[in-house]
Each structure stands twice: as structure tokens, then as C-alpha cells.
């Protein structure tokens, strides 16, 4: 078969905490890519003359495997001013995979994309912000909560200790996560219920998004809680099971379609929710530039809804990126979907 004429890029970041594949992955959608496509390269970009070279290479489109670069490493992760590469690429004319830089600022400002959930009327935990240097503010929720970092992926900051069931333990946790992490603190009403993770893909050919369930099986811990901590993620213990209940399957999509929409986000994605006590559907966080790995939830969603292939997600999220234009997808079942919303609290 004659390959297309096209130059794909797929980049990453040799530091862990600022990319979303590693390695093997990069590798893996290099493998793919090839069979289809006239040039493909593979990049890792930490710094903005590498950007720069990028650049000037004219890609038809670039795989994005990492968000920002740091513009002065020297001074660290959470001071060094960042630059959005998906910024820096519209700037430029070239094309990309997955959702625009808004959307991405809004997915990694786990707060700040909650309350526009919130606000647009779907359903979300209530919550309060613990910022860095300021003292926890008066609040409204009843225990236990839930507290990790606002701008972290991967579940990093999120252990055992998150679930806390009292004044002390909210105060030793808050100051865990500024110390430990450098980040704000996000508090929220704990959510007891099962966990979801929904894949979000644009079908060829149309503006219509499939919704894509799956649910996360994680272990209980000591205190017989269930969440995707840190630990449970990198000793890979949660089980992945498909969704059979017809009625919770169409709730489920349906928010995470509405929330897709909301945060302004295109193409492809995973929203996480997660049942409250009486067993309503809340959303948790957006996952906008989720990893491409054979075994990431992306991939599991995918497979588990509609059998597609390994080599088929990768040539659909690139097909997505070429033919598409910049103006995000937002869905109209954001504005039609009657659940409630959670409230802010301060």
C-alpha cells in the first residue's frame, strides 16, 4: 500500500512530570505511524530552542505527548514560567492532536474546570480551595473529604491519607500537599461511589462524539476505601470491567459528553466520575491528553466499547488531527442534560 504524503511528529518530554507517554509509547506510535505515513519522526522537547527546531522542520502535524515546556528549569516546576506548546504551534500554523490550549489550561486546573462544569449547570462534588500560604478557609462540607493537589496528573498526590475524616487530619493533609507538592489544595465533598473512566472520540465523518465507559475497580485500602491513588496506578492492581447497565451507561455518557463540551475540549479524551452516596453520577476530572499506551484507560475504553484496535486508535487520533480545524467541538447536550450541580463553598 502507497503511504501518505504526510510528515507526523510524535513528541514528549524526558521529564516524567511534564509528559504524558514515556518511551515505550513514543516508540510504540512510531511503529504504527509507519505503516501509513511517508515520514514520521519522534522528538523530546524540554527546551525552547528544541521547540524552535521543531518548528522549522514543518510538520503536518504533531503528536502531542507533552503539555508545556519550562522556561527557566533552573528555578524548578512551580516557578519557572511555562509555555504551552499547543499554543505555540497555533502561533505557527501547524496542526496538532487532541484539544487547544484553553481546554488544556482548564484540565490541568482540576478547580478551575470543576467550577465551569458547576456552573454550566452538571453535576460535580461540592468544594473549596486551600491555597498555599493562606489559611484554611471556613467551610460548609461534612467529612470525609478528599483533598489532593489542582494542577497534578497520573494521581500524583493522592494516597491513603487523602480521604480525611476530621479538622486535624484535613489540616495535616492540606499542608502535605503545599509542602510536598507545591501545590494549591482542591478539598472536596469524598465521593463514596463506584468509579468511572469515560473515553470521549469524535466519529469520522460527522461533529457527533461517542461516550466510551468503562469502570475502575480499584483496592480497598486499610480504611476500605477504593480510588485510583498514586500506588494502586503504578502497581497497575485496579481491575477495568465494561458497563452493562444500560441506564447508568447513557447518565454516565451523557455527563461526560456534557462536560467534554463545556471545558471547550475536541477530538478526543477521558472524563473521570464517580457515584455519590446515593448513587448520582459526579464529575471528577478531565484527562484531555490521556496516554496512548496498549494498556492506558483511553485504550481499555475503546476496546472494551467497541473493539477497536490498537493501530486503529492511533491512525483515528491522527486522521482526527489532520482533518480538523482549530475551533473546539462543543457539544449540545451540555445545555440539555438535567442534572444538578454542585456548589462552590467557601
Same mark, same amino acid.
Given at each position: 500500500?502507497?503511504?501518505?504524503?504526510?510528515?507526523?511528529?510524535?513528541?514528549?518530554?524526558?521529564?516524567?512530570?511534564? %509528559?504524558?507517554?514515556? +518511551?515505550?509509547?513514543?516508540?510504540?506510535?512510531?511503529?504504527?505511524?509507519?505503516?501509513?505515513? !511517508?515520514?514520521?519522526?519522534? =522528538? *523530546?522537547?524540554?527546551?525552547?530552542? +528544541?521547540?524552535?527546531?521543531? #518548528?522549522?522542520?514543518?510538520?503536518?502535524?504533531?503528536? @502531542?505527548?507533552?503539555?508545556?515546556?519550562?522556561?527557566?528549569?533552573?528555578?524548578?516546576?512551580?516557578?519557572?514560567?511555562?509555555?504551552?506548546?499547543?499554543?505555540?504551534?497555533?502561533? /505557527?500554523?501547524?496542526?496538532?492532536?487532541?484539544?487547544?490550549?484553553?481546554?488544556?489550561?482548564? $484540565?490541568?486546573?482540576? /478547580?478551575?474546570?470543576?467550577?465551569?462544569?458547576?456552573?454550566?449547570?452538571?453535576? %460535580?462534588?461540592?468544594?473549596?480551595?486551600?491555597? *498555599?500560604?493562606?489559611?484554611?478557609?471556613?467551610?460548609?462540607? #461534612?467529612?470525609?473529604?478528599?483533598?489532593?493537589? #489542582?494542577?497534578?496528573?497520573?494521581?500524583?498526590?493522592?494516597?491513603?491519607?487523602?480521604?480525611?475524616?476530621?479538622? *486535624?487530619?484535613?489540616?495535616?493533609?492540606?499542608?502535605?500537599? /503545599?509542602? *510536598?507538592?507545591?501545590?494549591?489544595?482542591?478539598? $472536596?465533598?469524598?465521593?463514596?461511589?463506584?468509579?468511572? =473512566?469515560?473515553?470521549?472520540?469524535?466519529?469520522?465523518?460527522?461533529?457527533?462524539?461517542?461516550?466510551?465507559?468503562? $469502570?475502575?475497580?480499584?483496592? !480497598?485500602?486499610?480504611?476500605?476505601?477504593?480510588?485510583?491513588?498514586? !500506588?494502586?496506578?503504578?502497581?497497575?492492581?485496579?481491575?477495568?470491567? =465494561?458497563?452493562?447497565?444500560?441506564?447508568?451507561?447513557?447518565?454516565?455518557?451523557?455527563?461526560?459528553?456534557?462536560?467534554?463540551?463545556?471545558?471547550?475540549?475536541?477530538?478526543?479524551?477521558?472524563?473521570?466520575?464517580?457515584?455519590?452516596?446515593?448513587?448520582?453520577?459526579?464529575?471528577? $476530572? !478531565?484527562?484531555?491528553?490521556?496516554?496512548?499506551?496498549? /494498556?492506558?484507560? @483511553?485504550?481499555?475504553?475503546?476496546?472494551?466499547?467497541?473493539?477497536?484496535?490498537?493501530?486503529?486508535?492511533?491512525?483515528?487520533?491522527?486522521?482526527?488531527?489532520?482533518?480538523?480545524?482549530?475551533?473546539?467541538?462543543?457539544?449540545?447536550?451540555?445545555?440539555?442534560?438535567?442534572?444538578?450541580?454542585? #456548589?462552590?463553598?467557601?
Amino acid at each position: 500500500m502507497k503511504k501518505i504524503n504526510k510528515y507526523i511528529e510524535v513528541i514528549r518530554s524526558s521529564d516524567p512530570r511534564l %509528559s504524558a507517554m514515556n +518511551e515505550g509509547t513514543q516508540q510504540a506510535i512510531l511503529a504504527v505511524l509507519n505503516k501509513r505515513y !511517508a515520514k514520521v519522526g519522534i =522528538s *523530546i522537547i524540554d527546551t525552547m530552542d +528544541e521547540l524552535v527546531a521543531l #518548528t522549522a522542520k514543518s510538520p503536518d502535524l504533531v503528536v @502531542l505527548g507533552t503539555r508545556f515546556i519550562l522556561l527557566d528549569a533552573a528555578k524548578g516546576y512551580e516557578r519557572s514560567p511555562k509555555l504551552w506548546i499547543s499554543g505555540h504551534f497555533i502561533e /505557527h500554523g501547524i496542526a496538532f492532536t487532541g484539544s487547544a490550549t484553553g481546554a488544556l489550561m482548564l $484540565e490541568f486546573n482540576k /478547580h478551575e474546570a470543576k467550577q465551569k462544569v458547576i456552573d454550566s449547570g452538571l453535576r %460535580s462534588s461540592a468544594y473549596f480551595m486551600a491555597k *498555599i500560604g493562606r489559611p484554611i478557609p471556613r467551610h460548609e462540607l #461534612t467529612f470525609p473529604l478528599f483533598v489532593k493537589p #489542582t494542577d497534578l496528573a497520573g494521581s500524583e498526590g493522592v494516597d491513603e491519607k487523602s480521604v480525611v475524616y476530621s479538622q *486535624i487530619e484535613l489540616e495535616a493533609r492540606v499542608a502535605a500537599v /503545599h509542602n *510536598i507538592y507545591g501545590s494549591d489544595a482542591l478539598v $472536596e465533598q469524598y465521593l463514596p461511589g463506584r468509579e468511572f =473512566s469515560v473515553a470521549v472520540f469524535k466519529q469520522h465523518g460527522s461533529v457527533a462524539m461517542r461516550a466510551m465507559p468503562i $469502570e475502575i475497580l480499584a483496592p !480497598a485500602d486499610a480504611k476500605g476505601n477504593r480510588f485510583l491513588s498514586e !500506588a494502586v496506578k503504578h502497581a497497575d492492581s485496579e481491575k477495568v470491567i =465494561s458497563l452493562t447497565d444500560i441506564a447508568l451507561r447513557d447518565t454516565i455518557g451523557a455527563l461526560a459528553l456534557g462536560v467534554f463540551g463545556v471545558i471547550g475540549a475536541r477530538d478526543y479524551g477521558r472524563i473521570d466520575i464517580r457515584l455519590d452516596a446515593s448513587g448520582q453520577p459526579n464529575f471528577i $476530572e !478531565a484527562n484531555l491528553m490521556p496516554g496512548l499506551s496498549d /494498556h492506558g484507560y @483511553l485504550y481499555r475504553c475503546l476496546r472494551l466499547n467497541s473493539g477497536m484496535t490498537y493501530d486503529d486508535m492511533i491512525m483515528s487520533i491522527v486522521e482526527l488531527g489532520l482533518r480538523r480545524n482549530e475551533k473546539p467541538l462543543l457539544s449540545p447536550v451540555a445545555t440539555t442534560i438535567p442534572l444538578l450541580a454542585g #456548589t462552590r463553598t467557601w
